[in-house]
């Protein structure tokens, strides 16, 4: 799959520069979502955010349901899955703060959906 790799210009990217970095920590993906409705960068970043934040919340869940098993597979798996997430956050304000609409490795597509009309 190629990579969609685009960079916006003009006021739009200035004005919702900061709201996407936000939109990358944590439950914050819901400021740009609802403070800048119409800018599509902005909403762009707060859909990976989205996605992030809710994959985050699985990853969490599902290594504390795998802690309390006999085998103890998510005491292994959490600090793995705790760097991704890091990483992935990382990797998306990165491209925030540069303009760029990026999608985030593995997930991006799972956003690219969300914001798709049909």
Request: no cysteine; aromatic share 10%; glycine share 12%.
């Amino acid at each position: 799959m190629a990579e969609e790799k685009k960079t916006k210009s003009g006021g739009e990217v200035e004005e919702g520069k900061l709201y996407a970095i936000v939109g990358y920590l944590g439950v914050l993906f819901l400021v740009p979502l609802l403070a800048l409705p119409k800018n599509k960068f902005a909403q762009y970043h707060a859909r990976q955010g989205m996605v992030l934040f809710l994959i985050t919340l699985a990853v969490y869940v599902a290594t504390g349901f795998f802690a309390v098993g006999t085998l103890g597979i998510g005491v292994f798996l959490y600090p793995i899955l705790s760097i991704v997430v890091v990483i992935w956050s990382i990797l998306g304000i990165i491209n925030a703060a540069n303009g760029e609409i990026k999608p985030l490795p593995l997930i991006g597509g799972l956003a690219n959906k969300l914001g798709s009309k049909k």
